[in-house]
């Protein structure tokens, strides 16, 4: 929980760790940036206005490196707020004040999606090998001939997801939505960068597979052929 508000944080710790969270509270953007780099946490409660920085530029920062389900907690109403936290990565979105019953039943609710997407990529990838490419479901690495392609969270679930769906063309919008699991709003440069980088490590580590670009389609993973 990342919220400079000293009075807010402790009522808000101790009603999740009443509701048997294990809690970690940062005061500061510096703060969180240093729990974030020995911890994995399953959820994050985000405050927008801190003394080092706005958080909405902290959840595009660290949305790459961490699986966690983001929560902004702000007094930030207006609507094109909420917009620019969801679409920088955010998971979802409380307006200040808000009721301790509601914050607990958003971590529920966080916690059991965490959990399911855990299990459907694992059901998913029961056999997970394609070509060379081999995956390592519960550590979150992917390997090319036995080498780490050295994906980040989000690379590694993207690249599960042309996985899963070899040989068939999928749209920017349906890639989108499988990775992130909410409808695309207007995030295709940052969809491309990924596939981009994906593409470049895929090509680096020999692999098997590439990612198809299909003009006006969209993308498909498929076994590369010499021509």
Not at 47 to 69: N, Q, W
Not at 172 to 197: G, H, T
């Amino acid at each position: 929980m990342i919220e400079d508000n000293a009075k807010l944080n402790e009522i808000n710790r101790r009603a999740l760790e009443g509701g048997g969270y294990e809690v970690l509270t940062a005061t500061t953007l510096a703060q969180a940036r240093e729990y974030l780099s020995g911890a994995d946490p399953d959820v994050m409660l985000l405050d927008v206005v801190l003394p080092d920085g706005e958080g909405f530029d902290f959840c595009g920062e660290v949305r790459d490196r961490t699986g966690a389900h983001i929560i902004f907690l702000t007094s930030r109403r207006e609507h094109e707020d909420k917009l620019k936290g969801l679409s920088l990565g955010g998971d979802d979105y409380i307006a200040k004040p808000f009721k301790l019953d509601e914050l607990l039943l958003r971590v529920a609710s966080a916690m059991r999606r965490r959990e399911r997407e855990a299990r459907m990529l694992k059901s998913a990838l029961a056999a997970p090998v394609v070509g060379n490419l081999v995956f390592d479901v519960i550590a979150g690495h992917a390997y090319a001939g036995g080498v780490d392609l050295l994906l980040t969270k989000t690379e590694f679930a993207m690249l599960s997801v042309f996985a899963q769906n070899e040989g068939k063309t999928m749209s920017m919008e349906q890639i989108y939505e499988k990775v992130w699991k909410r409808p695309m709003l207007d995030d295709k440069r940052s969809l491309r960068k990924y596939i981009s980088e994906i593409r470049a490590k895929l090509k680096d580590g020999n692999c098997s597979h590439i990612i198809r670009n299909t003009y006006g389609v969209g993308y498909c993973f498929e076994r590369e052929t010499d021509d």
